[in-house]
Structure formats: structure tokens, C-alpha cells
């Protein structure tokens, strides 16, 4: 096709080409997802709902890009593992980002009236994302249990924080103030002492978040996926799927 005179503008992109030989990990986050679950009632601190609805908008995602072999969500947040050896988008970080980025947003709404029975969307929700390359194993490992670890410390804090705000009775601000100097160990003895609740009986969705992984499977184009509640900073969960780190 012939060229316009105008074409040369072209050259004013920048070429954003990620490292050959690197995991890529895609984060999203949700935006302003604090005021977006007030507005829509979200359970605290967890709504069972929303969670699944972010797991729906994975699967959406991890269907599409047979490269992604493992997703973790928690709270507003999903990380997508691409392997080490694509060459999607000819690895083109804002290309990966922003459709994986879009897709995850599009699908959350697709799926929104399924998950969240009886709520109506209020207005259109976005998530940002970002592209994290990680040349080895171990970091690749220790960036799934930097997330992991997050959702256990802030589900365990926040469980902590509703129950005494919800059934003890005291304010937002006391909450705070009473949680300020606690380490684990209190938070847990005040949820049983004070509750009745042994935090290790909650949900595993809440504690660990979710895992959303593609199975070891003799036909590479299978869209099937797991999803799972399940300890990714233990070893075990690697030695028993080391498809997923694999080149
Ligand atoms: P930012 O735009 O900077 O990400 P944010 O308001 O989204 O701001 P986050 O740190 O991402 O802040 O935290 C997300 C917040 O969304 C949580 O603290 C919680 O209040 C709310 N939230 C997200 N998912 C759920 C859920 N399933 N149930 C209840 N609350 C949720
Ligand atoms: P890529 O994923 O590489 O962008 P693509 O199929 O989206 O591939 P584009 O070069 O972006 O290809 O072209 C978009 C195509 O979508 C058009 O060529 C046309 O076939 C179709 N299309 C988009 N908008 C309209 C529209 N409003 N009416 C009819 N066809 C449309
Ligand atoms: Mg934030
Ligand atoms: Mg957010
Ligand atoms: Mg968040
Ligand atoms: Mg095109
Ligand atoms: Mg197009």
C-alpha cells in the first residue's frame, strides 16, 4: 500500500521490547477498588462474590493466552506468569499489558451480573497494569509469596479489624488503635479469645487467595485450567507442577 506523507510519524514510537529469555509477570490492580466495593456493598472483609468474580476475569484471561501458565489473585489484584520463552506480541510490554489489562476489565464486567447476583454495576470499573521481568526461578518463586504473604498479612489484619468493629462494638478508629502494636500471635488470640474464631478455619480463598494454573496436559491448546486455595511459598506446590516454571 502506498505510504502518506504523514506515515513518518510512526517513527516517533518507541520500541518497548522486553528482555529475550525472562519470565514476565503482568500485574493488575484495581482502581480506587476501596470506594468502588463500598459502593457496591462488598461484604467486609471479604465478599465471597467479588473474589470470584476477579477468578472468573482470570480464567477469561488465562483462555485466551495459552502463554500464561499461572495466575494468583487476592483482593483487587491479579498477577498473570507468562512463560520465560514467548514471544507474544513480540514481547512488546505495553501491547501485553494493556490487552491482558483490557481483557481482565472486559471480562469483569461480562461476567459481573453471574458473580454479584442482584447488584447492578454502578459505573464502568479499571484496573492499571504493569509488566515485572524476572530472570530466574527463585525470583519468579519469591514474587508469588511476596503476593501470597500480603493477602495472608492483610486478610488476617483485616479479619481482625471488622470483627471488632462489627461484633465488638467498638469504632473504626479504636479498631485501628487496638491492632496498631499487634503482631500475629494477638490478632489471632483476639479472634479466638474474643470471637471464637480460629482464623485458621476461614475460608482458604480469604487466607491464601487463589491460584488459577493450566494442568500438564498432552494437548497445548487445552483452555483448561484449576483453580485452587492453595500454599504457592512452600515447595510442594512446585515439585508437583514444575510444567509451570519450565521453559
Ligand atoms: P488503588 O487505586 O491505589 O489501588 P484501592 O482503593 O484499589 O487504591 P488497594 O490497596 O488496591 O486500594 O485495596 C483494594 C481495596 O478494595 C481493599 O482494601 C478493600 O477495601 C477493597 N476490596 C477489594 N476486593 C474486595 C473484596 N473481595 N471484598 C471486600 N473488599 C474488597
Ligand atoms: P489486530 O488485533 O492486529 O489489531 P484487527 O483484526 O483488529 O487485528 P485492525 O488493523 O486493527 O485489525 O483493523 C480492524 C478491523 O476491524 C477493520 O479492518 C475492520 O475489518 C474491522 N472493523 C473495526 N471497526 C469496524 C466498524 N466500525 N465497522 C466495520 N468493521 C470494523
Ligand atoms: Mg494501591
Ligand atoms: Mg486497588
Ligand atoms: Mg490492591
Ligand atoms: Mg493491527
Ligand atoms: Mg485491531
Known sequence: MAKSKFEYVREFESSDRCLPNTWMVVRLD????????DKHNFEKPNDKNALSLMNEAAKSVMKEFKEITLAYGQSD???????????????????????ICSLFTSAYVFHWDHCMVGKTLLYPPCFDGRVILYPDEKNVRDYFSWRQADC??????????????????????????RLCKTVSGDKNEILFSQFGINYNNEPEMFRKGTVVYRPKDRSKRSSNVNVEHIDIINDAFWLEHPHLLNK
Not at 484495581?30 to 466495593?37: I, L, Q, R, V, Y
Open 152 to 177: 495472608h498479612i492483610n486478610n488476617l489484619y483485616n479479619t481482625t479489624f471488622w470483627n471488632l468493629v462489627l461484633k465488638g462494638g467498638i469504632t473504626n478508629q479504636q479498631a485501628e488503635e
Open 77 to 99: 489484584e491479579f498477577s498473570f506468569l507468562i512463560r520465560r520463552d514467548h514471544d507474544l506480541y513480540n514481547r512488546r510490554s505495553s501491547k501485553i499489558s494493556t490487552i
Open 30 to 37: 484495581g482502581k480506587g477498588f476501596h470506594k468502588f466495593a
